[in-house]
């Protein structure tokens, strides 16, 4: 529950901890999905078009929150997004390509 409430905090997202989705602002509500993630301590993250609508400054956050449950828990990270260079760049993360759903590299 520490990353997830660490991570409310950062995002400013402490007013909405007893929300339900349907009443967090749209543009909050990405981070705040993944923070719920983050307290069931799943085995593997999923990070699906984490880029998509968040500001650069507030991806940095989600990865870093996600960085940092990853280094505690040594669970799995699965990230699909159309910016994959920024990924590759940023956190050296290994990029596959997919084409029909299928490995293309």
């Known amino acids: 529950h520490r990353h997830a409430h660490t991570f409310l905090l950062r995002m400013g997202l402490m007013e909405h901890i007893n929300d339900r989705p349907a009443r967090i602002p749209p543009e ?7 923070c ?3 307290v069931v301590g799943p085995r593997i993250v999923i990070l699906e078009r984490p880029s998509y609508g ?3 400054t ?5 990865m870093d929150a996600t960085l940092s449950y990853q280094a ?3 669970c799995g990270l699965l990230i699909a997004d159309d910016d994959a260079d920024f990924f590759a760049h ?3 993360f290994f990029v596959h390509d997919l084409v029909d759903g299928r490995l293309a590299n």
Do not use: I, P, T, V
């Open 72 to 74: 505690e828990s040594s």
């Open 36 to 38: 719920r993630e983050l």
């Open 28 to 34: 909050k509500l990405k981070m705040a999905l993944f």
């Open 54 to 56: 968040l500001s650069r």
């Open 58 to 62: 507030e991806l940095d956050y989600l």
């Open 90 to 92: 940023k956190y050296g």
